[in-house]
């Protein structure tokens, strides 16, 4: 991918050479002189004066005339003539000429890749989808077994929180409606994150399968905080979705015009921020933070967070993890330098795709957390049946992260070996 740049290096290395810089100021004089200048004058005359140090010359050879009718020693009067107001002019119109050049050949550029792309997509995404099921091949060898009981685990956990779900709105528990509602809804979407997860791990891709454990885990530490405060919690929570929409109708205000959809209409806005007041109103400033909602439950003033949520629940263990996630999502230091997927000893190696390391904390992290909501959501209404199945879930959960740490394992001293063997061969080299 340097062709063309090479070619525009050696484009503007032409332009701005002295020799083409004073057949330019020639060409100009010849021109305001009257005498003919034919097709390919520039070229000759950037081939045939010679720059050494402060002196100035034209060496001729049997084409001179075809080019112009001047003789050589009008052309040598002409150099003699020049002066360092004419060198700039010459200068300034190389540049303004290599501008246009530069312009015109990244458009010609950017229509050859253009061109390059639909010209051999077949033949790319037959390769690039050869190359992705090499390494999902390679994966399943160390990975089958983890990733297949993991699949199960989500599917389990999906199962109690249907059952869950079905039997509590089909009950006499009015008065638990809300809350009904608000924990089955964060159980769905964790689920669904869970999925995700187990995508991303499938296919080697764990720093962004981490960064969507982060979802996972709110949700869980959020659907847990909420099921220990019940029904009150519930409503604080559902009723904290204003300030949500306050703020997404104000960025839509700002940013209409610039994105290209419409704003709100002024009875979309008036509406939004009717209710915004009412709620600031009714439970003060504090309400309108991240976690509002839950510093009005405890009668704070001082602003939650989720990780002082977590503690709160005795869930702050979870921190480390959330760390990862953090650098996984952010453009951090850390997020650059300490990747999942590479092995200590791989420093030196920029991972711009899937790996088959990584995988065992991500595995560990969304097998806690989802079992974590799925034991609060199971509480809503509990019988032998779904008692059982979240106790075989938490059971399972061991399983899993036995055979997780067994492939981990695996896959670091192979790796480990691997870098080591590259090292050395190149202190040897």
């Not at 309400?287 to 702050?316: C, I």
Request: aromatic share 8%; glycine share 6%.
């Amino acid at each position: 991918m340097e062709e063309f740049q090479k070619a525009a290096d050696s484009s503007a290395k032409q332009l701005l050479s002295p020799s083409w810089i004073f057949a330019v100021i020639c060409y100009r004089r010849l021109a305001e002189r009257g005498y003919r200048t034919g097709d390919g004058i520039l070229g000759y005359l950037s081939k045939s004066i010679l720059v050494d140090g402060d002196t100035v010359s034209i060496a001729v050879d049997d084409d001179f005339d075809t080019h112009t009718d001047a003789s050589p020693g009008a052309i040598g009067d002409i150099l003699a003539e020049i002066t360092e107001r004419d060198v700039a002019d010459a200068v300034r119109i190389g540049t303004r000429s290599l501008a246009n050049s530069q312009s015109k050949l990244i458009d010609f550029v950017a229509q050859s890749f253009l061109d390059l792309l639909k010209e051999n997509r077949s033949r790319l995404i037959k390769d690039l989808t050869s190359d992705q099921r090499k390494f999902n091949k390679h994966l399943r060898k160390d990975w089958a077994n983890v990733l297949d009981d993991l699949n199960i685990f989500i599917w389990l956990a999906r199962e109690i929180g249907s059952s869950t779900n079905i039997s509590a709105r089909e009950s006499q528990y009015r008065h638990k409606r809300l809350l009904i509602e608000t924990l089955t809804r964060i159980h769905a979407k964790a689920c669904q994150t869970a999925w995700e997860i187990h995508v991303l791990l499938s296919n080697g891709l764990s720093e962004g399968a981490i960064a969507r454990w982060r979802t996972l885990h709110e949700l869980s530490i959020v659907g847990t905080f909420i099921q220990q405060h019940g029904r009150k919690a519930a409503r604080l929570f559902t009723e904290h979705e204003i300030v949500g929409v306050k703020r997404r109708a104000d960025a839509a205000c700002d940013y209409a015009s610039v994105l290209g959809f419409e704003p709100p209409s002024k009875m979309e806005l008036s509406r939004v921020r009717r209710n915004f007041e009412h709620r600031k109103r009714k439970y003060g400033k504090q309400f309108l933070s991240d976690y509002g909602w839950a510093d009005v439950l405890l009668g704070r003033n001082t602003r939650m967070s989720l990780h002082e949520m977590a503690k709160l629940l005795r869930l702050d263990h979870f921190k480390p993890w959330h760390g990862v996630a953090n650098d996984s999502i952010h453009a951090t230091t850390s997020g650059l330098y300490l990747r999942l997927g590479l092995h200590p000893m791989e420093e030196d190696v920029l991972l711009a795709g899937p790996s088959n390391l990584g995988l065992s904390d991500v595995v560990e992290a969304t097998a806690h957390s989802l079992a974590l909501l799925t034991s609060s959501v199971m509480l809503l209404d509990p019988n032998l049946d779904r008692v059982g199945a979240t106790k075989a879930l938490l059971a399972f959960q061991d399983q899993l992260l036995d055979a997780t740490l067994s492939a981990e394992q695996s896959v670091l001293e192979r790796r480990a070996s691997m870098a080591y063997s590259l090292r050395s061969s190149r202190d040897d080299y």
